[in-house]
């Protein structure tokens, strides 16, 4: 899984360094099917339930699971990059906002908080923690910081498949206090904030995810293993 991580962790490098005004979409994913074709690593996006792409490509009010097409960026853009990988059959799982050129503060706040609120989150990913503090982490950062967090897409379980047990909400549950965190526990963590309602639809495709209000959002994601020395991010450079 180390391995499968430091491969998405190279596709979020050269998709993010590929985002620019002008680009299309499918033009970076193109670019992300290359570091998986030179990695000898397989794509844990294409062909999942018929997903028709190795990244999912999620721009302004697109929350999740935006499909690569010919839309093309533009100045002011931001845009939600989600990898994944396959090596010898493991599974790593990641995601990044990006900004396209130079963007409003506010965005920039919004991506700023949601990375912070992933960070918060593994911070208390730590043996004898619960996945409520987990989620109480991401829930702290985003109410102080004035943003809405979505519930209807949550962090998962990781290992041999892309999405195991358990389900892992960004926010505090009583569920989530059932369930101890203990050494060997792999789980992707991915907050989701919007600028607005925090309500969703999913277009026609059956795959886009967009915010009801048109609003923006931004999301971050890292699959990480539970260490006795801590967590480990497994999805870093």
Known sequence: ??????????????????????????????VARGVLSRRGARSNFLGYHGF?????????????HGIPDDTVLVEGDVISLDCGAIIDGWHADAAITVPVGDIDDKSARLIEVTRESLDAAIDQLTVGHTLADVGGAVEAKAEAAGFEIVREYVGHGIGTAMHEAPEVPNYRTSR????RIRTGLVVAIEPMLTVGSPGTE????????????????????????VTDDGPEVLTLP
């Open 176 to 179: 989530g206090r059932r369930h």
């Open 202 to 225: 999913v277009l026609e495709d059956g795959w886009t995810v967009v915010t009801v209000d048109g609003g923006r959002a931004a999301h971050f994601e890292h699959t990480i293993a």
């Open 1 to 30: 899984m180390r391995r499968a991580g430091r491969v998405v962790a190279e596709m979020h490098e050269v998709c993010a360094a590929a985002t620019r005004p002008g680009v299309t979409t499918a033009e970076i994913d193109q």
């Open 52 to 64: 028709p792409a190795v990244i999912c490509t999620s721009p302004n009010e697109v929350v999740v």
